[in-house]
């Protein structure tokens, strides 16, 4: 018969492993959202005119 390891993890280190991911998951999102932009934003608005030929 195998001995039984119980493995009971720490409710601190589970708490600190997802504030650890939050502060990641935040950090991200803030460099993603506040970066320099990789294409210039380029759109511009067309105004049909008033007569049409299809």
């Given amino acids: 018969m ?3 390891i119980e ?3 720490d409710p601190r280190t589970v708490d600190l492993i997802a504030v ?3 502060l990641i998951l935040v950090f991200g999102s803030i460099c993603y ?3 320099p932009s990789s ?3 380029t759109t511009a608005f067309i105004v ?3 007569t049409m030929r299809w």
């Fill in 20 to 22: 650890i991911a939050l």
């Fill in 48 to 50: 049909p005119s008033q």
């Fill in 39 to 41: 294409e210039e934003i």
């Fill in 2 to 4: 195998r001995p039984q």
């Fill in 7 to 9: 493995r009971e993890r």
């Fill in 33 to 35: 959202l506040t970066g």
